[in-house]
């Protein structure tokens, strides 16, 4: 659906030159939701815009549905001879992927009707046209009880359906979504995450998302990007991010993302919950697909003699898998400890020491 091959976008501000988008590649399947994630400044808003030319890439190539865009010294080229492309062709490329920002960008004085019919109306669609596909989009984003009512009359939430509505309006394929729940309240951030999730699943729809929370990544895209510096650092299987991190960046992320994350400021602290004896270590246990089901804890209590006090625990399901972790203070002799810890590594837990007594 969506080919990116060593795409790179630099600006110039006044003597200085950032380099925001640095030899970029990725692939991202038809009918997916592909997220991509990054701190302030890492460059992801950059390469979303630069899929449907609102920025313009100083060097690589893009190929969405088929149809190869190439980029040398920030000019555009056509298909595989390579042919100037017009504002025309650029134009009908915008049409055919929908975005969606953080802000909505909503026209104020105009009614949520009239938002939605804003892209149609010059299209060449007759007004019966028109309105049979605003009425249409309003159901499918659930507001068709606002069809009169103007932007300063919704709450955020409701904002957003309307401008997803209106990216949809010329019935693309694919969905640029910009930090589109950032601006939202938990409520309203879940309820749009079921909506593209839904939209997804209706409609067949390819949703690109792109975010700083980790937690909206986990919440809906089957993979994701990690962007560093104008970089990809890592890229995968949304459950294999969240279970064998390997870049730094990306274990901060995830960490943002866990009820477990305050057990760095108890260790700061030095708290009494983490508290270690002699011969006690404090570890952390990530437990993932099967063995996440395992009586595994009681198992090494019995057959070990360890005792297992635990301090923080979570346990959920991620793309219909399990993933648990706890943070526990292990207690026993040191080769009891041993042998209960290799016993965990064996049937794939991951084992991390955060302190001993």
Do not use: W
Request: net charge neutral; aromatic share 4%; charged share 30%.
């Amino acid at each position: 659906m969506i080919e990116i091959r060593h795409l790179s976008k630099s600006f110039t501000l006044k003597d200085s030159r950032v380099d925001a988008v640095r030899d970029v590649s990725l692939s991202i399947e038809e009918g997916e939701i592909f997220g991509v994630i990054g701190n302030s400044g890492a460059g992801k808003s950059t390469l979303v815009r630069c899929l449907n030319l609102l920025e313009t890439p100083d060097e690589g190539e893009i190929v969405i549905e088929g149809r190869m865009l190439s980029f040398r010294d920030g000019s555009v080229f056509s298909g595989e001879d390579k042919k100037p492309t017009g504002e025309k062709e650029k134009a009908a490329l915008r049409r055919s992927v929908g975005m969606i920002f953080q802000h909505f960008n909503l026209l104020d004085r105009s009614t949520v009707y009239d938002n939605i019919a804003y892209p149609l109306r010059y299209t060449g669609l007759k007004k019966e046209e028109i309105d049979a596909r605003v009425r249409e989009l309003l159901e499918l984003v659930s507001l068709t009880d606002k069809i009169d009512a103007y932007p300063s009359q919704l709450s955020g939430g409701q904002k957003q359906r309307v401008a997803i509505a209106r990216a949809l309006a010329n019935r693309p394929k694919i969905l640029l979504s910009d930090e589109a729940t950032s601006a939202l309240d938990p409520d309203a951030t879940e309820s749009i995450l079921r909506l593209l999730r839904d939209l997804n699943r209706r409609l067949g729809l390819t949703v690109v998302l792109i975010t700083h929370e980790m937690a909206v990544i986990k919440a809906v895209a089957q993979r994701v990007a990690v962007m560093e510096n104008g970089k990809v650092v890592e890229t995968g299987d949304v459950y294999d991010i969240f279970t064998v991190p390997q870049e730094d960046i990306t274990k901060r992320f995830i960490a943002s993302a866990s009820p477990l994350s305050k057990i760095d400021k108890l260790i700061a602290e030095n708290s009494p919950t983490v508290h270690t004896g002699p011969g006690e270590l404090l570890v952390r246990l990530s437990f993932r697909g099967k063995c996440a089901g395992e009586a595994a804890i009681s198992k090494i209590s019995r057959d070990e003699g360890v005792a297992v006090n635990l301090v923080l625990a979570n346990m959920e399901e991620l793309q219909g898998r399990s993933l648990g972790e706890l943070i526990a203070v292990v207690s026993g002799g040191e080769k009891n400890i041993e042998n209960a810890l290799n016993y965990l590594k064996e049937i794939n837990v991951k084992v991390e020491v955060l302190r001993r007594g």
